[in-house]
Every structure is written in structure tokens, then in C-alpha cells.
């Protein structure tokens, strides 16, 4: 009982702490965060669990975008990124099994990505956590341009004043 309330305050203290920085600014973080906290289920492609490559074919899936359901298959996917030129809803690979390619996530922007994490869930982490900096192998881009701006970029703040709103 125990730990099961310390999961839920630390949940509730990720969710408090996220909710200020990137969450609730596009509809990509939205479909994320609803997520926070699934669990880990390993070949897992539903909001029931996930595996890290179910979790980024899932939101990927939300957004209008088909990819594979294999990281090293999703590696192959799109245009080749710099760490440093990372934006929103690029897919960052790791090799967490010291064969290749063996984890993915999604950057989220701040040096955070979302991913399914075999300990965790669906989570936040930073690139710069010693343990995936290490592991960091390569980012790919798959959404295009018109994609980015419409599911990812921040919405607009544009307001309707139009003829017929109320």
C-alpha cells in the first residue's frame, strides 16, 4: 500500500512539474501527456502499455504519421538530425543493449524526451541524464514541415474575432 501511494504523490509531483514546461502547448504534447505513467508492456502498442517503439508509433499514429513498430526500422525513417538542431517530435535513438539501435523516444524540446521506459512507463527524461547521454546514438526527423506546424509546433495565438463568434 505503501508504494503504491508514493507512486501516485510522485506522479502527481511529475505531472505538477511538467504541466509549466512543455505540456499543454500542442497537440503532441497533449497525446503525451495523457500517457505519463502507461506501463511498460513489452511489444505493447495500446494506452494499456507500451514498448518504447508502440509508445512513439502510437503518438506518431495520433498525429497523422505512420511509422513501424521497431526502433532500428524507425532509425531508418526520415532525415538524419544534429543533436543541437533537435525541435519538437523528432524521434532520439539509444543503444541501451550495447548491440545498436535498441530504444527510442520522442524529443519534447528543453533537452527532454518522452519515451517507454522498461522501469518506468511512459516518462520524461533529459538527453543529459548520464545514463542516455551515454547511449545516445542518432535523431531523425519524420514529420514534415506541415506536420511540425500543424500537431507539434506551439498553437497559435490567434483569436477568432470573426463575423458569427460569440
Same mark, same amino acid.
Request: charged fraction near 20%.
Given at each position: 500500500?505503501?508504494?503504491?501511494?508514493? /507512486?501516485?504523490?510522485?506522479?502527481?509531483?511529475l505531472?505538477? &512539474?511538467?504541466?509549466?514546461?512543455?505540456?499543454?502547448?500542442?497537440?503532441?504534447?497533449?497525446?503525451?501527456?495523457?500517457?505519463?505513467?502507461?506501463?511498460?508492456? !513489452? +511489444?505493447? +502498442? +495500446?494506452?494499456?502499455? &507500451?514498448?518504447? @517503439?508502440?509508445?512513439?508509433?502510437?503518438?506518431f499514429?495520433?498525429?497523422?504519421?505512420? *511509422?513501424?513498430h521497431? =526502433?532500428?526500422?524507425?532509425?531508418?525513417?526520415?532525415?538524419k538530425?544534429?543533436?543541437?538542431? /533537435? *525541435?519538437?517530435?523528432?524521434?532520439?535513438?539509444?543503444?541501451?543493449t550495447?548491440?545498436?539501435?535498441?530504444?527510442?523516444?520522442? !524529443?519534447?524540446?528543453?533537452?527532454? &524526451?518522452?519515451?517507454?521506459?522498461?522501469?518506468?512507463?511512459?516518462? *520524461?527524461?533529459? /538527453? @543529459?541524464? @548520464?545514463?542516455?547521454?551515454?547511449? !545516445?546514438?542518432?535523431?531523425?526527423?519524420?514529420?514534415?514541415?506541415?506536420?511540425y506546424?500543424? !500537431?507539434?509546433?506551439?498553437? =497559435?495565438?490567434?483569436?477568432?474575432?470573426?463575423?458569427? @463568434?460569440?
Amino acid at each position: 500500500m505503501k508504494k503504491i501511494a508514493a /507512486l501516485l504523490i510522485g506522479l502527481a509531483m511529475l505531472l505538477a &512539474f511538467q504541466a509549466g514546461s512543455v505540456f499543454a502547448q500542442s497537440k503532441m504534447d497533449g497525446v503525451i501527456d495523457d500517457l505519463i505513467g502507461t506501463p511498460y508492456v !513489452y +511489444t505493447g +502498442t +495500446t494506452a494499456r502499455g &507500451f514498448d518504447c @517503439s508502440g509508445f512513439t508509433m502510437y503518438v506518431f499514429n495520433k498525429l497523422g504519421v505512420d *511509422i513501424p513498430h521497431a =526502433s532500428i526500422s524507425q532509425a531508418k525513417l526520415g532525415k538524419k538530425i544534429a543533436k543541437a538542431d /533537435l *525541435i519538437a517530435g523528432d524521434l532520439v535513438f539509444f543503444n541501451t543493449t550495447g548491440r545498436g539501435i535498441s530504444h527510442v523516444g520522442i !524529443y519534447v524540446g528543453d533537452g527532454k &524526451f518522452a519515451h517507454s521506459s522498461s522501469s518506468k512507463g511512459v516518462t *520524461i527524461s533529459k /538527453l @543529459s541524464d @548520464s545514463y542516455y547521454s551515454k547511449r !545516445y546514438v542518432t535523431a531523425r526527423r519524420v514529420m514534415s514541415t506541415e506536420t511540425y506546424e500543424k !500537431y507539434a509546433d506551439e498553437p =497559435s495565438e490567434e483569436v477568432d474575432g470573426g463575423e458569427g @463568434s460569440e
